[in-house]
């Protein structure tokens, strides 16, 4: 053993010194049989080491070890885009920071602002300006506002109005885009010179986009105003679904000035494309939406990935659909939508609450970043400015936006029970925001077949900065001058919730003994197939069977648990009582939800339950109407029995009073 490891050495020592008089060539290179060997290319993170010089030289340096090094360009890019988010997040701090600032200008303008004063300080530096590009826009920044939207979307007001925000949505977009067209085109012809060369078809396809009334802008306007529920409602699931008919009619118009030439075939495949882009964005979506929900089915052993799978899913949604050219809006919120019930019963409270404040944080620094580059991208330009074609542009948004809310208005009002008022009208049609979507489309357009592009994105950017400076400032004073009712901030008490369930159980109630099929008919349908059949097999454990009255109280809980989370160092000042509570192992917590559990369910199945499709439950009908007859012979010869039990000459003193009388 020693005599191998007195080798072992000897072997190292040899290989080391051979190693060490390694020859050298002029340049500093080793040289192996007589080839002078190259430096190997190193990563940039690599230090740069010094060459030996000499052949007596192997400890002497070229120059000394660089302590620091400057490599700017390796990190470049993802440094700049920390530097955006880091002065989106500062801006929108200080935005909210400054007192009395936030009620006066809306947060869009000034983050416009500052997007013209950076992109023109970028330009006096010579350097290159950022650009909203169309990619960076719909792949990256608009699916967190979307989905962020459409998960905390409150579905009760949206089911309600569904109709209504329909015919807004579709209809009123359509007539603004046929109505813009038609007159910017005779204004056009009249106008001739530079205007003479727009087409009809042309028209109509910057109509089309300038129509694109933007979700981004209007949320980013109408959340801070507060107006009710209603109108909010309405002109927000507007801007969501008016995204598939702009879309669809752009593309349209587009194929059809590409062609030059319309058949009757074409305008049937272009009504066709609508639906097949709105409704199969809206399948993808569903789908998503179930395989989110039973994946969250089996996370109870690995918590930790539960918020990931809501956003990965989500994503995949609008990329599918993006994929086959469908809506990607709507796959986001029908995703939102669908799995969002199935996955809140089946996370833990901290998993939702990762949810919600890192959705609400993407899509507020989203926003921000759009505003921002959108400020920017303007000073990028090129620009083609035509007086005519802005102010007539400017002009028939605002008159096509109120001809149609009061015109579909009108014919709405005939078929609903609350009525939409002329100043809810009035803010429907002065709230049609443009944004970020409109600027994307229109720079999408190919400047080989539409020469006049410069011209159209200088109208939309003119557009945009009017609806979001003029009518995004203007809009608050108005509702104050107006008196339009604004939102309640006080929430719902357990009362009020479960007294609202009942009226929705008797309208239901109602409705069937009518044989009508409306509303709250189909509402019910959807209810049984939920409980009967979807619950089963997206929701897991027990909380598929509970009843309405349990999973109520499971809400409130963690909206609880979620009110002192956020108020944080608050909780901490309420007074200590003088004895100490005991604290229970959360193994007996469980034990005592259990026992509540089960005890509440078996009151429940001791009395004898109410539907308005049935009296009885079902299997009781025999023994329930057998009991009730023997009460009815019951009650029945106890009458009579009392009848016969009393002399006749009670009734003698009764007879001679009357007959005094």
Same mark, same amino acid.
């Given at each position: ?112 602002? /500052? %997007? ?16 909203? &590009? =169309? ?47 038609? /007159? ?17 078809? +042309? ?10 009334? $933007?979700?981004? +802008?209007?949320? +980013? ?64 979506? =569903? ?40 809506? %990607? ?48 991208? *303007? ?82 950017? =003119? /557009? ?15 509702? &104050? ?8 901030? *006080?929430?719902? =008490? ?32 959807? $209810?049984?197939?939920?409980? $009967? ?88 009908? $025999? ?10 012979? /019951? ?27």
């Amino acid at each position: 053993m020693m005599f191998w490891s007195l080798k072992m050495i000897w072997s190292l020592k040899i290989f080391l010194r051979l190693k060490i008089s390694v020859p050298v060539g002029s340049d500093g290179s080793p040289v192996y049989d007589g080839v002078t060997q190259t430096e190997i290319p190193r990563a940039p993170h690599t230090p740069r080491h010094a060459h030996p010089e000499g052949p007596g030289g192997p400890h002497t340096h070229s120059r000394a070890f660089p302590v620091l090094t400057f490599q700017f360009e390796t990190v470049r890019r993802p440094f700049e885009i920390s530097l955006w988010i880091l002065l989106a997040s500062l801006l929108k701090l200080g935005f909210h920071v400054i007192p009395h600032f936030s009620s006066v200008v809306p947060e869009s303008c000034v983050l416009i602002v /500052v %997007g013209l004063l950076v992109g023109a300080l970028i330009k006096l530096l010579g350097e290159t300006l950022p650009v909203l &590009d =169309t990619q960076l826009f719909f792949l990256v920044l608009l699916p967190p506002i979307i989905l962020d939207a459409g998960y905390f979307l409150p579905i009760r007001s949206f089911s309600e109005n569904m109709g209504t925000i329909l015919v807004f949505a579709v209809m009123g977009t359509v007539w603004n885009s046929f109505f813009m067209g038609v /007159v910017l085109y005779g204004v056009c012809v009249v106008e001739g010179s530079e205007l003479a060369g727009v087409g009809l078809l +042309a028209c109509l396809l910057f109509s089309s986009i300038a129509s694109a009334v $933007d979700p981004v +802008a209007v949320l +980013a306007v109408f959340e801070e105003i507060h107006i009710h529920e209603l109108l909010h409602i309405l002109v927000f699931g507007e801007s969501l679904l008016n995204d598939a008919v702009t879309v669809v009619l752009y593309h349209l118009f587009e194929e059809f000035a590409t062609l030059g030439e319309v058949t009757v075939i074409d305008v049937f495949l272009g009504v066709l494309c609508f639906f097949v882009v709105a409704l199969g964005g809206i399948l993808v979506g =569903t789908v998503f939406g179930l395989l989110a929900a039973f994946t969250s089915r089996f996370t109870s052993h690995t918590r930790v990935i539960e918020p990931l799978f809501v956003f990965l899913y989500s994503y995949m949604a609008y990329l599918s659909a993006e994929v086959f050219h469908l809506s %990607g809006i709507m796959a986001l919120i029908a995703c939102g939508v669908v799995m969002r019930p199935y996955v809140e019963a089946n996370i833990s409270h901290k998993s939702y609450t990762t949810i919600k404040y890192f959705l609400k944080m993407w899509s507020s620094v989203s926003e921000t970043l759009i505003f921002i580059f959108l400020g920017a991208s *303007t000073v990028a330009g090129p620009h083609a400015w035509n007086w005519t074609f802005v102010i007539a542009t400017i002009i028939l948004c605002l008159v096509s936006r109120v001809f149609g809310v009061v015109g579909l208005t009108y014919i709405l009002n005939k078929f609903r029970m609350v009525k939409i008022t002329g100043k809810d009208q009035f803010i429907l049609a002065y709230g049609g925001l443009r944004g970020a979507i409109a600027f994307s489309l229109a720079f999408l357009l190919s400047s080989k077949h539409f020469p006049m592009k410069n011209m159209f994105l200088t109208a939309i950017i =003119t /557009v945009v900065f009017f609806t979001v400076f003029v009518q995004g400032m203007t809009i608050r004073p108005l509702v &104050d001058l107006l008196a339009v009712k604004k939102k309640k901030q *006080t929430k719902f =008490t357990i009362n009020e919730e479960i007294h609202t369930e009942f009226l929705q159980h008797v309208l239901g109630g109602i409705e069937a003994v009518c044989g009508h099929y409306g509303h709250h008919h189909w509402r019910d349908k959807l $209810d049984r197939f939920n409980k $009967d059949y979807l619950k089963r097999w997206l929701i897991a454990g027990a909380r598929s069977q509970e009843p309405q009255l349990i999973s109520f109280y499971n809400k409130l809980e963690l909206q609880q648990a979620l009110r002192v989370a956020e108020r944080g160092s608050e909780a901490r000042l309420t007074p200590k009582r003088s004895r100490t509570m005991t604290k229970i192992s959360k193994e007996r917590e469980e034990e005592i939800r259990k026992i509540l559990r089960g005890n509440l369910q078996k009151t429940r199945q001791r009395l004898r339950s109410y539907s308005r499709h049935k009296l009885v439950l079902e299997g009781e009908e $025999d023994s329930w109407t057998e009991a009730k007859l023997w009460r009815q012979k /019951v009650e029945i010869g106890r009458r009579v029995s009392l009848r016969i039990n009393i002399s006749i000459e009670d009734y003698i003193p009764l007879l001679q009073i009357t007959a005094q009388r």
